[in-house]
């Protein structure tokens, strides 16, 4: 009888030759790991440049609780500007940081003593009260900024004039409620505060408080 012919060989592939079909899956996988680091990268150069819109301080947002950004810098009676209060300069009035930018706030309906007047004669040690008081109370903070509405968003010297609002209350009354400060009407009344405005002043008058002990 003939010899019996051997079975073909069903050896599996050498590591080698298994290594060589593998490679292109290999270089995909490589790649997609390349891909998404550069996506995750251009997403962090995004956020860093501001291409976000989640609320943080400096950024305007809906008064409605939403957290949407708004498009205008200035605040009006019914939308709020979200601001970082940088540095008190005097008792009524601030530097913030808004929107990405420097602005400086006058506290609207308020009129504190001088504290840091060029001529330091009209500097006076309740005004520097005032400014220590509202240092204590808005400096380094959140506060949000709300427009008369009745009266300029601005004033003829480009300063944001605003109510400021800070742990929920309004901190333009609560300086003429401790005595920091008349009621100031001389630019106008209060289109939006007007009352309480008036009776925080009768009530400092009654308790004699800062400028009426």
Sequence with gaps: MPPRRKAASRAKPSA??????????????????????????????????????????????QPDGTGSAAVAL??????????????VVDGDTLLVTAGGREERVRLLCVDTEESVHPDAS????????????????????????????EGDARDRYQRLLAYVLVDGENFNIELVRRGYSRYETKWGRSGSHDAEFRAAEAAARRERLGLWR
């Design 122 to 149: 009209k500097n006076t040690e309740f005004g520097r009260d005032a400014a220590r008081y509202t240092r204590s109370r808005l400096e380094g903070r959140q506060v949000r900024l709300l427009a008369d509405a």
């Design 16 to 61: 080698r030759r298994r290594g060589g079909r593998g490679g292109g899956s290999w270089k995909v996988r490589a790649l997609g790991l390349l891909g998404s680091l550069l996506l995750f990268l251009a997403a962090g150069a995004y956020h860093y440049l501001g291409g976000d819109t989640a609320p943080r301080p400096g950024i305007e947002s």
């Design 74 to 87: 200035t605040p009006t009676a019914t939308e709020y500007v979200v601001a970082y209060v940088e540095r």
